[in-house]
């Protein structure tokens, strides 16, 4: 058998185990009295659910709202991982998951449904075997695409609760226009570094504000968790806050008066403090939730456009670049050259080209090889400004060539062409396509990659 | 001149462009440069002049007003609920800054 048709058979496998165990639970679940009463949920369920039904906020009744429920969890990360996993734990009876993404290594320090072994797999499928082995009650729903205008509508019109668990603002506004069309509230969650924020939204369906009449206009310039960084437990006490918001709503009767937004801020460092915020109400005239505004139908809406593409920044022409590989072949030359290296001193200090010394106090210094200079000198200090720092123009006064590399190979682009413009070398300046990131993956003898 | 003090925190990364620092305790002019009534609107020209790290201001103003995607909260509510950038400033206020996260 080949891999891929094992592959397949053990897809298929897996998904009978499946339909078992969810036939096993339903047999399970009619379990009888002797006088022929029947209970309101299997026998295992009460085992499995006591200690949160023993809660007078739950009760017998909550839990059987919980059953009822169907929740959407777009987007199984840092967020939708924990918020997914006590959901589900907590017997909520339909979670559906929405993701396109495969696992990567880089995502298990905070991702906890997935592990090393679905590395490669869909999100959604990772997900999904670890939510049936935690539980086999509730109906997963694999939404294995990207959320988008065309296909919004259709998803959200089966659930009664969506949690926003994504990673950029153009999901953020159609989720919350989404739901908004379909009656549903959104609990919305974000993380970055050691920051959170969580807010309740349109709560209750047709009161409460919506993501627009919060954050009307889109930031120009989203960092992402990639880009900015991420501290496992942080992103991981949001997105259980957010399965804990969720219950709530599923449980509790909708409030006669709707009680004003809240927006709670979290910050794990350097002290660990939560904070209240109350927010305002709907915005009159808010183009996502006003009935008086006519808006534009969903799937005619841009949200990327919206939002801002992310920014082009400088586009270097081809012959302003060069590969990974061919910078390695200027190395083995021997040909003087300078590198500059424009990452932060932390990631300067994580991994950099041998030959390096850095610009900052707080790196280590190298050896520095003959014919090659490497300064680390950070994007930041060429962001915005109008000349060369001091530091670059003094270094690189007498260099012959110069070779500039980043993480990705966006602000490398940026700073050689400011090189270029101040006449740098005359104007020998080179942008290492695809920064440290691509070097690594090319370099036959490892390098890290992060 | 005559000063009010108050507490200005940032939050959500927007730190990093005010020394890495999160709470400022400061004692503002009582009045702005035409004699009214100091409000959010002078915090933050004031801050643009005094706080900021000088090139990265643009992360923090845009035409004249806090960029979008950060919040301003005036004592923990949502600045709009206190007449935005009009609001004066008292004595003890607490006024956060917070850029919006979008990570997940």
Redesign the interface.
């Known amino acids: 058998m080949s891999a891929a048709e094992l592959e397949g058979e053990n897809s298929l496998l897996k998904q009978r185990i499946q339909q078992l165990e969810t036939e096993l639970a339903s047999v399970q679940a009619a379990a009888v009295e002797p006088d022929g009463q029947k209970w309101a949920l299997g026998l295992d369920e009460y085992r499995r659910y006591g200690r949160q039904m023993i809660m007078p906020e739950i009760g017998l009744e909550g839990q059987l709202r919980l059953k009822r429920a169907r929740v959407l969890v777009v ?1 199984v ?4 991982c924990p918020a997914a996993a006590y959901l589900a734990g907590a017997g909520v009876g339909t979670i559906g998951l929405v993701d396109h993404d495969v696992v990567e290594a880089s995502n298990l320090h905070r991702q906890i449904l997935h592990s090393t072994a679905t590395v490669g797999t869909p999100k959604v499928e990772s997900a999904l075997l670890y939510l049936r082995r935690l539980n086999p009650h509730p109906t997963y729903i694999p939404h294995d695409f990207a959320l988008s205008p065309s296909n919004a509508i259709a998803v959200f019109q089966n659930y009664d609760l969506v949690l ?6 153009s999901l ?1 506004y159609l989720i919350s226009d989404a739901a908004v069309l379909t009656n549903i509230p959104v609990v919305s ?5 050691k ?3 969580l807010i309740v939204l349109n709560s209750p369906p047709g009161h409460g504000p919506c993501y627009r009449c ?2 009307p ?4 310039s ?4 990639a880009d ?1 960084g ?1 501290l496992g437990p942080v ?1 991981g006490v ?1 997105g259980v806050l957010q399965a804990l918001e969720a219950i709530k709503l599923l449980i509790l009767p909708a409030p006669s008066t709707p009680a004003p937004a809240t ?1 709670t ?1 979290f ?1 794990a460092w350097p002290r660990l403090a939560f ?6 109400a709907r915005r009159t005239g808010c183009p996502g939730c006003s009935p008086a505004v006519e808006r534009t139908a969903l799937a005619d809406t841009d949200y990327v456009a919206f939002c801002g593409a992310d920014a082009e920044g400088v586009r270097l022409a081809p012959e302003e670049r060069v590969a990974p590989v061919e910078y390695r072949s200027v190395r083995e030359s021997g040909a003087p050259h300078v590198l500059l290296d424009v990452r932060d001193p932390t990631q300067f200090g994580i991994c950099h080209l041998r030959g390096s010394w850095s610009g900052f106090p707080s790196c280590v210094c190298m050896c520095v090889v003959p014919v090659l200079t490497c300064v680390d000198v950070p994007f930041e200090e060429f ?3 109008s000349a060369l720092p001091a530091l670059v123009k003094e270094g690189l006064s007498t260099a012959e060539a110069v070779y500039v590399l980043c993480r990705l190979g966006n602000d490398s682009q940026i700073v050689t062409r400011m090189l270029k413009d101040a006449g740098v070398a005359g104007g020998h300046v080179w942008d290492v396509r695809g920064g440290i990131r691509e070097w690594a993956r090319t370099a036959p003898e490892g390098f890290p990659e992060y | 001149m005559a000063t009010i003090p108050i507490t200005v925190e940032f939050s959500g990364g927007l730190e990093l462009l005010f020394s890495n620092q999160r709470t400022h305790k400061l004692q503002i002019p009582a009045q702005d440069p035409s004699g009214n009534p100091a409000n959010i609107g002078f915090l933050v020209s004031y801050l643009c002049d005094n706080l900021v790290e000088a090139k990265r201001k643009d992360l923090f103003v845009m035409d004249g007003t806090v960029r979008n995607g950060i919040l301003v909260l005036i004592n923990d509510s949502d600045w709009e609920l206190e007449g935005e950038d009009r609001y004066e400033l008292q004595g003890a206020d607490n006024i956060l800054f917070v850029s919006t996260l979008h990570g997940g």
């Open positions: 987007g990360g840092g967020l939708g926003d668990c994504t990673d950029h603002p953020r969650a974000s993380a970055l570094r920051d959170g924020q919060i954050w206009r889109p930031p120009p989203p960092t992402s968790c900015g991420i992103v949001m927006m801020l910050s904070r209240h915020c109350r927010m305002r962001e915005g400004a």
